[in-house]
């Protein structure tokens, strides 16, 4: 995939003179350049920098925004990295308070809480007792009693422990969980690529590079992926554009991601939001919106880029679809993580509930399954389009 030519876009119209040779560029197709992309993300002109994001957005979705009925799902919250990932407020050591592993049974009985969901989006902590066997178990009890439900689940970083916890090649992992019932992999982990920023809030952390080798490795085997970035806290615009930059060429490179979902840093109850005096004060509506649009326009080999509501609430989010976002994260049943981390957003949006938002910013609702097959288009708002 590469970029569209967007014949809308007048360059001569930007208020802002350092963006127009870079919609000259978004309009005629060529491919921005990092330095184009922290130029995008320092304009002072943002309503211009989401015009194009829009039109970029357009032209390859129309007025289609897709949602998944999904449910979150978290089996533990112990985490050998309780220490040293200090943005994090959901991890705890084995014996802290707090601390949990499900058992398959509570797996089980979360799972069949929501009949009407189509996807289990699964991450948890890195815990010395959760390796191949309990996820294989998990996946296949899941997929037994919801053949129809797709499991993306397990983080880069969490492969890679599993991993080297039973002392198997990544590969080996991921044929094992994909022949339990497998189908995708999250996002998540990928935090800030940058070896300064890695050391300074996940030192300790899988590598960038390992980050990517396990993407490339499951691209390899046919299980698509998502990407992220966690954004919002001590990374500097190039950081960020260092890190789209590796996405972007991994993409090149093999095509497997699937959406990408920038993770608003949520400061409430970990060590970095003490550290940075900014406990409840989580990130600015500008720069949420900021990062969704120059994510449309350099990531140009994307298919998707996704709001999360849960991060950066419904009203941003649903502003957002006029910033070049073409996908909600769903009905999000039972959100642990962001919510330990002071989110003050609902743990779940209700199906109406999401119709109304995407028909409120003129956009169609289209539910999608996790490869983005449509299930259904919502034929009131396609008839009117
Ligand atoms: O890697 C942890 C982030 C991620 C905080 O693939 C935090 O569709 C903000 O993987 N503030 C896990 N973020 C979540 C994840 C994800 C989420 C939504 C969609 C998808 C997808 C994947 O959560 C972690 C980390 O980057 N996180 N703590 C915090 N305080
Ligand atoms: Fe563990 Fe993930 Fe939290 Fe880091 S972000 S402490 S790896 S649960």
């Given amino acids: 995939m590469s970029p569209k030519p967007v ?4 360059p001569g119209r930007m208020g802002d003179p350092a963006l127009r040779p870079i919609a000259a560029k978004v309009a005629r197709g060529e491919r921005l350049t990092a330095s184009d992309g922290a130029t995008l993300f320092r304009s002072p002109d943002l309503l211009g920098v989401g015009s194009l994001a829009d039109a970029a957005n357009r032209g390859r979705h129309g007025r289609r925004v897709y949602f998944a009925a999904n449910q979150h799902i978290n089996p533990t919250n112990v985490c050998i990295l309780r220490k040293t990932c200090v943005f994090c407020s959901y991890a705890r050591l084995p014996k802290e308070s707090g601390a949990y592993r499900y058992t398959m049974d509570q797996v089980y009985a979360e799972a069949a809480a929501n009949p009407y969901v189509r996807e289990f989006h699964i991450v ?10 309990y996820y294989r178990e998990m996946f296949a009890g899941l997929k037994q009693r919801h053949p129809q439900v797709h499991i993306k689940a397990l983080t880069a970083v969490e492969i890679a422990h599993i991993a080297r916890i039973e002392k198997m090649p990544v590969e080996q992992v991921l044929t094992e969980l994909r022949a339990a019932g497998l189908d995708t992999l999250p996002g998540g982990g990928a935090e800030v690529f940058s070896k300064g920023v890695r050391a300074t809030i996940a030192d300790r952390k899988l590598a960038a590079e390992d980050w990517i080798n396990v993407h490339r490795i499951a691209h390899s085997l046919g299980i698509r992926s998502n990407a992220t970035m966690l954004y919002g806290h001590v990374e500097s615009i190039e950081d960020r554009m260092e890190h789209l930059q590796l996405l972007r060429d991994l993409q ?9 979902i920038p993770l608003a840093y949520h400061p409430d109850h970990n060590e970095l939001g003490v550290t940075l005096g900014r406990t409840g ?17 350099f990531l140009d080999n994307f298919a998707h880029v ?9 009203f941003i989010s649903q502003i957002a679809l006029t910033f070049g976002v073409n996908d909600l994260e769903g009905t999000v049943v039972r959100e642990k993580i962001y919510h330990e981390a002071g989110a003050h957003t609902p743990q779940g949006l209700a199906l109406d509930d999401v119709l109304k938002l995407i028909r409120g910013a003129g956009r169609i609702p289209v539910e999608r399954d996790a490869l983005y097959n449509v299930i259904r288009t919502f034929e009131r708002d396609a008839a009117a389009a």
């Fill in 281 to 297: 004060t989580a990130t600015t509506g500008h720069d949420d919106l900021r990062n969704l649009a120059v994510a449309r326009l």
């Fill in 306 to 314: 996704k709001t999360h509501w849960i991060m950066v609430t419904q």
């Fill in 124 to 133: 948890g902590g890195l815990d010395m007792q959760a390796g191949l066997e």
């Fill in 7 to 10: 014949p809308e876009i007048d």
């Fill in 252 to 260: 090149d490179e093999t095509g497997g991601f699937l959406t990408y």
